[in-house]
Structure formats: structure tokens, C-alpha cells
């Protein structure tokens, strides 16, 4: 067989469920005379044992691990910069073996952690109060490029926190549903290879139609959120450009189908930008948008990004429009703000890194701490 180096075309493990993993490794096994098996040792290695390198499998001959070095990329993830805030929060900056990086991001809360994690380097949608929208889209995130951010982030949790993730949400860099069948198979790995509950996971979709009725047509009860900010068509163009493809009447009545075929609860993201969108009118307005919906509202502080002449909603402001929502019977939180000081939002710490300024220069803001929905 022709040895192929990680980068240069050998398969990726991560990309693969278990069984098409074991099925991948029969040609091998049978080319070095290894019964098979081994496969099954394999996968466990990979999806019980969290094996970043086949060095680590030492019960397996190492003729066998050799081979299997110079076919099969296991991971495909170099950890770049690890930052740490003071409150807990772990932002980590991968570089993919093409040199592109993206981030991930564990939160710590009370004795759950959840792990953030990017679908594309970059994005295309240039949503007005993002990080990642600056960048422009570089390209997708491959399977294995989404699953190892969360294999290697399970690694450091259970080093770091004393126990694995409990949660993991799309929310990092880039729209999910724009890179639509590598999200869904890396839900697949997720949830079939690695165990992860299907209700553990939450894709956030800025409101991509297909993808949303993709997730719809799943089996498993994957969660989903909406980047919403706005509760009408003509404040939500000015923040989110997707909005002119597919406008907030079409993204309801496509969440009420979501909804009647999967019964489960929607949750929805709403930034909150200092006289923008954070009246009490448009609270009024967002409540009866909701109405009818099994919802929930997580509302999240704008977090200042460079360039931009917005400010975040004043506390005052954002427990007016919250106390607007739950007079009105929507289930609503304010999400508080995680990891400030290593400038964890979306985007933010490859955006320093890009430019050289020191992260913890960077102006407050808040990650969304996602909490239970
Ligand atoms: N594209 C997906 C997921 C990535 S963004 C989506 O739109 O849902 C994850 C969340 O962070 C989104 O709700 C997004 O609107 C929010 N976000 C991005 N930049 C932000 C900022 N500067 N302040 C507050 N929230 C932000």
C-alpha cells in the first residue's frame, strides 16, 4: 500500500462511525497478517480511550501501529495557544494541518462543563456584531476537524475539571448549517462513537432553512437555537444579512414544522446591543413572535468587537427587556459574561492573534454561558 503522511491524504479516523472505522482497518489488518480483531481494539482505543496518536495503543504490535501511522490521520488538530480566563474558562486556538486554525472554548459551570466548538474557519455571513464575520470565509471544517475539537477538549477537561464534557454546542466560529453533511455526521460520531446524549448537543443556526429541516427529518433529539436579535424583518437585516435569503416570517413557519414533527423546546439568541434592539417595544414585539412556540431566550450582552461603534445594553436595559418577556410568559435568562478577559467570544482570540494584540487588552464583552435550555 502507498504510505500516505498525515496532510498529504491519509484517511481520517475521526471521520468515520464505528463501524465504517472497523471496516476501514480490515484491508490493513490483512496486508500485516493482524487478526481482525484488532479493529474492534482500534475503535475502543479511539472512541473509549481517546487515543490521539497510535503510539498510545501500546496493547497492539507496533508493525501494526506503524502502518497504521502511515495511512490514518488521527488527529488533525495542533493545539496552538491555550488561554485561560479567571473565571474558569479554557479558549483553545487549533492549527489544522493545512495552517488555517479555529477555536474552541470549554465553560465551566457549577460541575458541568460545556465545550463551544467552530463548524468552518471563518464564515460567509458577516453577521454586523461578529468576530468571525471580519475574517470572511476561509473554508469548512472537515468531519474529523469538528469531531477532534471535541475529543481533544474531552482530554483537557478531564485533566483540567476532574471529569468530561457534559455539553456541547455549535457555536463557535462559522454557521453549522452552511457546512451541512459534515455537521450532521460529526453529530453522528458524536453522539454513536463518543456517547454523547443527543439532548447534550445543541446546533446554533443563525436560521439556514435547509439546515434547520435536516435537523428536523433526525432521529436523535439533537437541540437547536436560533440566533434571532431581532424580532422583525427590517431591524434583523441590519444585523444579520442572511436575513434578505431567508426572512423571519419563513424562518417561523419553518420553526413551527421543526417543532410539530420533533416536539421539542427552541431556543433562541438574542444580543443585546444598547438602543438598537433592547427596548421594551421590541420585547413586546419578540414575545409576540414567540407566541404559540415551546421556546426559550437566552439573552446575551453584546460583547464589544473592535471596529465597532455599538455598546452593550446596560443592566438597567437588559433586565427592562427581560422583565418584559416574563410578563408576557416567555421563558427568558441572561446568559452571563464567560471568559472576558481572554476575549472568548466568537472569533476573538484568533482575531488577536492574527493581529498581535495582547488578548487581555482586549475590551470586556461577554461569551454566552450556556446553561441548561
Ligand atoms: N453561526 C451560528 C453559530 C456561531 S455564533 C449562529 O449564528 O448561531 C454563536 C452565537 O454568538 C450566536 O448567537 C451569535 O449571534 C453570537 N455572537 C457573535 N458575536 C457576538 C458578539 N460580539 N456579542 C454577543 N454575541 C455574539
Not at 439568541?269 to 404559540?292: C, F, H, K, M, V
Request: glycine share 8%; with cysteine.
Amino acid at each position: 500500500m502507498a504510505a500516505t503522511r498525515p496532510g498529504e491524504g491519509g484517511a481520517d479516523l475521526l471521520a468515520l462511525r464505528p463501524e465504517r472505522l472497523r471496516e476501514e482497518l480490515l484491508p490493513l489488518l490483512a496486508d500485516v497478517g493482524e487478526p481482525e480483531y484488532r479493529a474492534r481494539q482500534v475503535s475502543g482505543w479511539v472512541f473509549d480511550r481517546l487515543a490521539v496518536s497510535f503510539d498510545e495503543m501500546t496493547d497492539l504490535p507496533l508493525a501494526l501501529r506503524q502502518e497504521m501511522d502511515r495511512h490514518f490521520v488521527l488527529d488533525p488538530l495542533d493545539l496552538s495557544v491555550e488561554a485561560l480566563s479567571r473565571d474558569g474558562t479554557v479558549k483553545h486556538l487549533w492549527k489544522l494541518l493545512d495552517g488555517e486554525q479555529v477555536e474552541s472554548v470549554l465553560i465551566p459551570a457549577d460541575d458541568r462543563v460545556t465545550l463551544c466548538l467552530s463548524s468552518q474557519v471563518g464564515c460567509a455571513l458577516a453577521c454586523r456584531f461578529c468576530a468571525t464575520g471580519d475574517f470572511g470565509f476561509r473554508r469548512h471544517l472537515g468531519v474529523a476537524e469538528i469531531v477532534a475539537q471535541f475529543r481533544n477538549s474531552e482530554r483537557i477537561a478531564r485533566d483540567r475539571f476532574g471529569h468530561g464534557i457534559a455539553n456541547v454546542v455549535y457555536m463557535g466560529m462559522g454557521e453549522p448549517f452552511a457546512n451541512l453533511e459534515p455537521v450532521m455526521e460529526s453529530l453522528s460520531i458524536l453522539h454513536r462513537g463518543f456517547g454523547l446524549g443527543a439532548r447534550r448537543i445543541t446546533v446554533s443556526t443563525v436560521g439556514l432553512l435547509p439546515g434547520i429541516r435536516a435537523l428536523a427529518l433526525r432521529p436523535e433529539p439533537f437541540r437547536l437555537a436560533v440566533s434571532l436579535h431581532a424580532p422583525n424583518h427590517a431591524l434583523r437585516l441590519r444585523l444579520v444579512p442572511v436575513e434578505r435569503r431567508y426572512p423571519i416570517g419563513e424562518l417561523f413557519s419553518v420553526l413551527q414544522e421543526y417543532q410539530a414533527a420533533k416536539g421539542r423546546r427552541i431556543t433562541f439568541e438574542y444580543t443585546l446591543i444598547d438602543e438598537l434592539n433592547d427596548s421594551p417595544e421590541l420585547a413586546r414585539e419578540l414575545a409576540a413572535r414567540l407566541e404559540g412556540l415551546d421556546s426559550f431566550v437566552n439573552l446575551i450582552p453584546y460583547n464589544p468587537v473592535p471596529g465597532r461603534e455599538w455598546e452593550p445594553s446596560g443592566r438597567s436595559r437588559v433586565l427592562a427587556f427581560l422583565g418584559v418577556l416574563e410578563r408576557l410568559g416567555v421563558a427568558a435568562a441572561v446568559r452571563q459574561p464567560r471568559g472576558r478577559d481572554i476575549a472568548a467570544a466568537c472569533g476573538q482570540l484568533r482575531l488577536d492573534v492574527a493581529t498581535g494584540t495582547d488578548d487581555r487588552g482586549m475590551p470586556p464583552g461577554a461569551a454566552a454561558s450556556p446553561g441548561p435550555v
